[in-house]
């Protein structure tokens, strides 16, 4: 039953980074009460946080002990993260995602989203053009009336176009 | 008893809860067995939108986007060999190869009406057992509640197919988000680093909607290219014969979904294997060789999964404690609504309950029309390309993070969490402990200082009473159980027998 996993490039490193992050938590827990009792605001989660760093530790055991998922010949490890976890459309179509967040603020719902769904249907392959404005706009009208009337939500409003449009 | 009729009717009676209870399956549907939506990542973000509903509305809406979607996945994995949802796995080990020999559509009937089936099955058992458990649960300690909470994060975490440890690891990592903010006992800044805007908590609706829409948005682009292949979806209804023929297989698997349904932490996922195990184990002549395109490898994880809908709302109304993701989702959104899931919601709003349960049968009948019907437009919507169909789930995260308190911080929280969540689902962590930890911490760090208060601080008293009190006792049994049963040593010794 017991189904070893094959450890993929920079799988040792996030554990090792999730045990540190585990520690510092740990630390800042502590410093919530201290040993001050059982019972204070601090014991729950340094409990919670030393169980992190047990089952950290664990797990980086575990990794340390798979076998790595060999790369592709005269691959580096870099080049293998970047093929395997961080392909060039992930990178690329988080960055538009945090460009998106920074504009929705600035332009408003309505432009951001409809520049941030032309651009990413782009980026993730769909070459054409005409399909992909109309298909944004289409979607981006059924998204702005269903939510603004149905749902009563209030969208995120333009900084630039204070009053013009939301 | 006759005074829960009006209450269970009540989504029968007002055509607007009609139209939601039948606008959330049929829209279900669609979620469940598009690839890349998932119904958790619909719930999701839907309560950020509904919010500000009554919640009779906003509850017959995600009654109809649960049953339907847990369906739905069916779909997708009898027409393209994706399973739409994780309940939907073994489905398309028969399911596709039907539809390879041009079965398509008597595969889809056949699913539907044995989804729908389960689905009754599952609303029964939550009707009948609900109000016992409820009142069981009144017994309940402190430290029974403790037990539960941890219970259900590892469950999540190991049975859905992960390390023991990563499901440890990411159950504790929710209950640490859960706790950022100011200590509901003592108002203590915890984990704030001198920040203001922490001291409020960290949304979980964001983080839900980042683990869940952000992460998984970001892990569907590692198979974009992925393409349909056309299918026959003539023939949709299913002949009497074949119905009762099956009946037995459908009541016998329904009642494992019900079952594995209600433990916590144990979904429709997990219920639908069990079930497909069952059915191999125990069809002696099945249609054809199982993974082949045999109908029983279709009706045993149907009837399941969505029996364990009803299932997974037992502990979810009566106990606080969710079935799997998507009911741990469900108690967020009753946490916004001003409710608090447990036993005493069964006796201060017993309304409340037999809403859901009318809901529920509802949505079960709308099931079965929308399965039988539209599925020609259905294979085209399904096959939506990714590079479409993923910018527009960003957008509906953005909203629905910026919906919550109209604060564009949380949007930020989200992209956040989602990019943690996506390296965390690379390297083999399963998020939904995750939330299970963000929504159960509060109870799990109230229940353990109540149980530590009681036992007067003394530790030794304090263990003592999970040996002493019966109810205790089996719920440690049984958490202790989860645990070994997880270990590389019981493994062996099970190998061996």
Known sequence: MHNPRLRLVGELSFTLLLVGFSLFMLWQAYAISKFESITSAGSFPMFVTALMVIAGLIIVGQTARSKPLPGEAGESALQQFTRQITPGVVVSFTLSIAVYMTLLGVLGFVVSSYLFLVVSMWLLGSRRVVL????????LAAIYVIFQTVFSVVLPTSSLFKGFMS | MTEALPFFFMTWADPWLLFLTAAGTFAGIYIGAIPGLSVTMAVSILISFTFKWNVNDALALISGIFLGG??????????????????????????????????????????????????????LALALAAPAVSALALKFAPRDYLMLAIWGILLV??????????????GALGVLIGSVGLDPMTAEPRFTFGSLQLTSGISYVAAMIGFFGVAEVLAQLHELRLKAVKQDVSKIIPSWALLRKYLPLATRTSAIGVVVGALPGAGGDIAALMAYDHAKRTVKNPSRPFGEGAYEGLVAPESANNAAVGGAYIPMMTLGIPGDAVTAVIIGAMYIHGLKPGPLLMIETPHLFWFQVG???LANCFLLIFGLTGIKLFAKVVETPKSILLPLILVLSAVGAYAISNNPVDVYWMLGFGVIGYFLKIYGFQVGPVILGMILGPLMDRSYRQAMISAEGNVVQFAGEFFTAPLSFIILAALSFTIVSQTRWWKRLRGRA
Do not use: C, H, M, Q
């Open chain 1, 132 to 139: 992909n404005l109309v298909v944004s706009a289409l979607s």
């Open chain 2, 70 to 123: 847990v369906y739905g996945g069916s779909r997708s994995a009898i027409l393209l060999n994706i399973p739409g949802a994780p309940s939907a796995i073994a489905t398309g080990l028969d399911g596709y190869p039907l539809a390879k020999r041009g079965e398509a559509g008597a595969a889809i009937g056949l699913t539907t009406v044995v989804s729908v089936f389960g689905g009754f099955v599952g609303i």
């Open chain 2, 359 to 361: 809901a529920l049968t």
């Open chain 2, 157 to 170: 975490g190991s049975l859905s197919g992960g390390s023991l440890a990563k499901g440890i690891f990411a």
